[in-house]
């Protein structure tokens, strides 16, 4: 069995430069093979159970499916990984109030798959990003990822430049990595998966993080509907979502959607949850107006 190296707690601001510079970096051996263990037995019934997918894009011959947190305990691990979670606050955390869980899905791709059309994932949000990172995404390895089986192919500073579909394949790197390594990338760097010309499947999770004030790719209310959620550790929940957005997006009856684990009532008071600065705003507005110095509308 290969040895586990432990990891250091946070990633470090060499990786987050170079994550920002390339669009990407590998962490190998970031969990180690017990985990790796645990994710794969958790996951196992639902890979045989769900049917391959239907499409150009996702592909005739991968299974996927999302709901992790709700398949596997051990991804729960994953989504709160301090050493990921690290570089989301560097990358995601200035833009927004919070940043939430965009995607959880398991991917394996059979043999005799071919390579995935070049992308970006911040296509789901069509819309200029200003250079504002919109999406951060992690690979999991569940397996070997190896140049036969399919190891994800990424356009290296691809994030800098015009997006295509026709990338040249010479400028194209292979993210090669053993189980248990993460493969960390930015939503605006091309990347695809690669074809799988082995004998054997390749298997990996992405979970993949947004800014909190978009539309999540997986529609995590639905995902974990509350029943569901309350089970889970708070850090999770605000993960996920069930938590107000400042200036009152996404809120309940307009109170904070986590009030939804104590109560399912449509009569609630509508509570403030705003921007310190905006509050500020809005208070110094009032005192204006109290000593009449309210400007005209």
């Known amino acids: 069995m290969t040895s586990f190296t432990p990891q ?17 970096v590998i962490f190998e051996r970031l969990i180690p093979d017990a985990e790796v263990d645990r994710l794969c037995a958790e996951l196992e019934p639902w890979f045989a159970a769900t049917p391959r997918c239907s499409g150009d894009f ?17 991804s729960h691990e994953l989504a709160l990984h301090p050493r990921i979670l690290t570089i989301m606050d560097e990358v995601l955390g200035p833009h ?10 398991a991917v394996r791709i059979h043999p005799g798959e071919r390579q995935q059309v070049p992308h970006r994932d911040e296509e789901m949000w069509p819309c200029p990003k200003n250079g504002m990172e919109y999406l951060v995404n992690v690979m999991w390895a569940l397996c070997d990822f190896t140049p036969e089986n399919g190891a994800t192919m990424i356009w290296p500073g691809s994030h800098h430049r015009p997006p295509t579909r026709s990338p040249d394949p010479a400028r194209a790197v292979r993210a090669v990595m053993p189980r248990g390594s993460a493969l960390v990338y930015l939503g605006s760097v ?37 029943a569901v959620a309350k089970r889970f550790p708070r850090a999770l929940r605000d993960l996920i979502g069930y938590r107000i957005h400042r200036p009152n997006l996404g809120g309940y009856e307009g109170q904070d ?40 509308p």
Do not use: M
């Not at 927004?96 to 899905?105: E, G, M, V």
């Not at 009532?265 to 310190?276: C, K, Q, W, Y």
């Open 257 to 296: 959607p986590a009030v939804l684990f104590e109560t399912d009532s449509h009569a609630l008071a509508a509570v403030d949850a705003l921007p310190d600065a905006t509050a500020r705003e809005i208070q110094a507005f009032y005192a204006g107006d109290a000593s009449g110095h309210r400007p005209a």
């Open 8 to 24: 250091p707690a946070h990633t470090t601001v060499a990786e987050l430069d170079l994550l920002r510079a390339r669009g990407y």
């Open 190 to 226: 091309t990347h695809c998966a690669g074809a799988n010309c082995s004998d054997a499947p390749r298997t990996g999770l992405i979970l993949s993080y947004c800014l909190g004030w978009l539309k999540q790719y997986e529609n995590a209310f639905l995902a974990y509907p509350p």
């Open 58 to 74: 996702y592909g005739w011959n991968t299974t996927r499916f999302g709901s992790l947190l709700l398949k596997s305990r051990a």
């Open 96 to 105: 927004c109030d919070w940043y939430q869980l965009n995607l959880t899905q």
